[in-house]
């Protein structure tokens, strides 16, 4: 189930088992988000194409070239991992992810000043670093599943912060691509750049507090993971209103999971549901209002973009 509302930032620094317990609702969470792929993916079969904005438009700096590099990045990265699902990622593939999508595709040779401090490792360990992150990730993907071990990579890699500039929208890329060679298909979930548009800050503010030893990893891990949670209940909520039914087959697919108002009575997966509407419910109306209207809008562009594609 998907209990937590807001983060639980009751760390104690230097704990060797933090009292937070955000350890316990990682898998939880992480099962939620898979447990909803195949009512959000519905008949998707192709990736759907970049939509909408990035990270930086929400924070107020983003520029047009930006975009378009990362859009065009996204759909090139996106499609490769679901046409080569075999051909894991590689230092090599991912400066080429750099080049692409940011423009340098150059590790960092110098320091990182954040401030008044050095936030990221000295640049001499960069590589041997992400080559022991690309080693852990392909355990953590057998041993947590694809959908946490997105959310330790994306964590690990903007951690190491192996390039001069754009490690944000690298790592959100690189997590895309990770999702789909896990066989997600519609943006709501690859789309990583957006799943913390509503809360541009705390996301920052999040991977600070876990670099500067204010939370421990599980809860920074967790935040990840609720990105991609509070899209996922949006867009299984918008559904639900019965506006966003048309296109995608959705009923019928939440008919198989059991995830429908039916099922209520049924008991088995009535912790889902009560999760989803436990979170609603903390949602004050606008915020219910805005985030339907988006994910809504994404439905509805990645319907189109399906209808395009088979011409
Ligand atoms: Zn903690």
Redesign the pocket.
């Known amino acids: 189930m998907f209990p937590q509302v807001s983060p639980?930032w009751?760390?104690?620094a230097g704990a060797s088992v933090?009292?937070?317990?955000?350890?316990n609702v990682l898998s939880s969470t992480a099962a939620f988000v898979s447990a909803g792929r195949s009512i959000i993916d519905g008949p998707l079969r192709t990736p759907a194409r970049w939509r909408g904005s990035l990270r930086r438009d929400a924070a107020g700096y983003g520029t047009d070239l930006e975009r378009q590099r990362y859009s065009a990045g996204f759909d090139w990265a996106v499609g490769q991992a679901i046409t080569q699902p075999d051909e894991f990622p590689t230092i090599e593939s991912i400066c080429g992810l750099h080049e692409r999508v940011v423009g340098g595709g150059q590790l960092r040779t110098g320091y990182i000043v954040v401030g008044d401090r050095q936030l990221y490792p000295h640049p001499g360990f960069v590589p041997t670093l992400l080559s022991d992150l690309l080693l852990l990730h392909s355990s953590r993907l057998r041993v947590v599943g694809p959908v946490q071990a997105a959310a330790e990579l994306h964590l690990d890699f903007v951690s190491i912060h192996p390039f001069p500039d754009g490690n944000g929208r690298c790592a959100r890329v690189l997590v895309s691509a990770e999702l789909a060679r896990a066989g997600f298909r519609s943006t709501l979930f690859t789309g990583v750049e957006q799943h913390f548009l509503r809360v541009p800050t705390l996301y920052i503010g999040t991977l600070r507090a876990y670099q500067t030893g204010r939370?421990?990893r599980?809860?920074c891990v967790h935040f990840l993971l609720r990105g991609a949670a509070e899209r996922l209940t949006h867009a299984i909520a918008w559904r639900r209103s019965g506006r966003g039914t048309a296109g995608l087959g959705s009923v019928r697919s939440a008919d198989k999971l059991g995830l429908t108002e039916r099922s209520r009575e049924g008991g088995d997966t009535f912790v889902h549901h009560s999760a989803w509407e436990n979170y609603l419910q903390a949602l004050s109306s606008q915020e219910r209002a805005e985030a339907g209207e988006q994910v809504g809008r994404l439905e509805a562009e990645q319907v189109d973009d399906q209808n395009a594609s088979r011409e």
């Open positions: 639980t009751n760390c104690q933090c009292p937070c317990r955000s350890q939370i421990c599980a809860t």
